[in-house]
């Protein structure tokens, strides 16, 4: 396999992990499968889990209707886990769902992005405002959830998005982030807003760190530009994987 191969069996395990509420070493046996089966696998299993709330969910739901977004996000809050709300979330309407969303805690809603399934947020983030959505990047940076980090920044609409990696503060975050990017075509527009010098603090982080595995695997998936720009960073400073 390949090191980007390598990086999306992790982060399939990462994800397989969350779902099911397993350990690492439960799903150790799963890495044989490679990165396209281990990906489906993982799809059947949300499908299975998330689909498996049925009619006392859209009961829910239709009740909700009759109530203000603002209301229907505190009685939520206060009544439901994170993870049943956002099976619930998973059943709305996008405008709706984005609504109810922008009246949650940043706490609550940091939690309950960890469990909505890629289909259904993938409507719904470019529909928060943006304030609700970097401080929920936030959170979740300040609480290490590197694979719900990977979600919302692969799912930021283009005017956020420098915003919202300016938001992951730390350089091994940010690192962490992107090996578990969900959409792998925007590594080149999140490094398009890095400047040099945050550019170079991310290559010293992966230099002390050891990471220059991860590091030449995210290169692979960059455009030539932003290629030759890192490279020549690196060399700049000296650094580069040994040997």
């Not at 940010?174 to 792998?184: D, F, G, R, S, Y």
């Not at 002390?208 to 690196?234: C, F, K, S, T």
């Amino acid at each position: 396999m390949s090191g980007w191969d390598d990086l999306v069996v992790v982060a399939e395990l990462r994800k397989l992990e969350r779902l099911l509420d397993a350990s690492a070493e439960d799903l150790r046996h799963l890495e044989r499968l490679g990165p396209v089966t281990l990906r489906g696998l993982r799809e059947q299993v949300e499908a299975t889990l998330h689909g498996h709330a049925g009619d006392a969910l859209r009961a829910i739901l239709a009740a909700s209707r009759l109530l203000p977004g603002r209301l229907v996000a505190s009685i939520a809050e206060r009544t439901f886990p994170p993870v049943l709300t956002a099976q619930l979330a998973g059943l709305l309407e996008a405008e709706r769902a984005a609504d109810l969303i922008g009246h949650f805690s940043t706490g609550y809603l940091a939690s309950l992005s960890a469990h909505v399934a890629p289909d259904a947020i993938a409507p719904i983030v470019p529909r928060l405002p943006r304030q609700v959505l970097l401080d929920v990047a936030a959170e979740v940076g300040r609480r290490g959830d590197h694979l719900t980090s990977g979600r919302l920044v692969g799912l930021a609409p283009d005017d956020a998005l420098g915003a919202l990696v300016a938001a992951i503060r730390d350089e091994a975050d940010l690192v962490e982030t992107a090996c578990l990017l969900e959409a792998e075509h925007r590594l080149g527009d999140i490094v398009a807003t890095l400047p040099d010098q945050r550019v170079d603090r991310v290559l010293r982080t992966v230099d002390q760190h050891g990471w220059w595995d991860r590091a030449l695997a995210l290169a692979e998936r960059l455009p030539a530009d932003q290629r030759a720009r890192v490279v020549a960073r690196a060399h700049m400073l000296g650094l580069g994987p040994p040997g």
